[in-house]
């Protein structure tokens, strides 16, 4: 295995800093990337964070598999990226200095905007070794996402490894455009994309689950004999909606993320700041709490709740 130049050899582990750009003032960005090749030929595990620099609960999930050496495995490869946006990590935001989401740029162009380079830069540097792929998220905007793998589920392979993986809900998720996931697919390479948590704020029910379930997904491939066993069998989740606010004011719910509710059931209140007005948000549906929008102040028209059904 060659990435940046450097050599994996069966057995090795190595840490690579791959020059991504410099900074105005010539300081270099460079993107560290863990490696541990085995012994023994297997399948190949891309796990990958921070794509949006400000969604943190994946670069901790990254941090402890690497500090406790859980990317270690006795079959196969894994390839660790910490940080793949280190501009949006800096600055505490979701995208890179030049406003653009590295996630809708793939497959990127050597010549492009930054976002398209770094895109790039994963799609012939990374995604050529792959066979599979877990790209951690979290909710954007204040949202705070319930556990879930979202995934294309009418393909089989990917529905076995959301299967594997086992949190709380599995996610029929259509294909974004220029996303890792879609670009990756279409080189016959399987990504899940885990969404759990919130922007800017760790937490630990999603750091854990992500890390959980990474090793039943590594388990499953052969790669390593022992992980957590899960507690439940996931909810397959095949439509989803959000619930908007149809008015702008402070925002109260009083639903739980990741529970079960019903029809017409009261998810939370909209209300002016001066009491002259009291909004009730129901339900349409029965169905699950995927995310929950956690910014008191909002505006007519915000998604306040995710629900699967």
């Known amino acids: 295995m060659k990435i940046a130049g450097q050599e994996v050899k069966p057995g090795e582990s190595k840490r690579i800093n791959a020059n991504i750009a410099k900074l105005p003032s010539g300081t270099l960005i460079d993107i560290p990337i863990f490696i541990h090749q085995s012994k023994t030929p297997g399948p190949v595990l891309m796990l990958i964070a921070g794509m949006h620099g400000d969604e943190i609960n994946g670069v901790e999930i990254m941090r402890r598999i690497i500090s406790e050496k859980k990317y270690i495995v006795e079959k196969g490869a894994v390839i660790c990226i910490p940080i793949i946006n280190i501009y949006g990590f800096i600055n505490f935001s979701r995208d890179v200095p030049d406003g653009k989401d590295i996630n809708r740029s793939f497959p990127g162009s050597k010549t492009g905007s930054l976002a398209s380079q770094v895109a790039n830069f ?165 169905g699950y709490i995927l995310g929950i929008n956690n910014n008191p102040v909002i505006n007519r028209g915000d998604a306040l709740f995710h629900i699967g059904h």
């Open 122 to 286: 994963l799609m012939e540097e990374i995604i050529p070794h792959i066979d599979y792929g877990i790209d951690f998220h979290t909710g954007g905007a204040r949202i705070n996402n319930y556990p879930q793998i979202r995934v294309k589920l009418e393909d089989k392979s990917n529905r076995i490894l959301a299967e594997a993986f086992a949190t709380h809900y599995i996610l029929d998720a259509p294909f974004r455009d220029k996303s890792l996931r879609k670009e990756a697919f279409k080189l016959d390479k399987r990504v899940l994309v885990y969404e759990a948590g919130e922007s800017l704020r760790l937490r630990k029910n999603a750091i854990d689950e992500g890390i959980n379930g990474m090793l039943r997904v590594m388990k499953h491939l052969g790669m390593i004999q022992d992980a957590p066993a899960s507690p439940r069998i996931p909810t397959t989740v095949h439509q989803s909606t959000w619930i908007r606010a149809k008015s702008a004011g402070l925002h109260v719910a009083y639903v739980r993320n990741g529970s079960v509710i019903q029809k017409r059931q009261v998810l939370g209140v909209v209300s002016d700041p001066f009491g002259d007005y009291e909004i009730k948000m129901k339900s349409p549906v029965d």
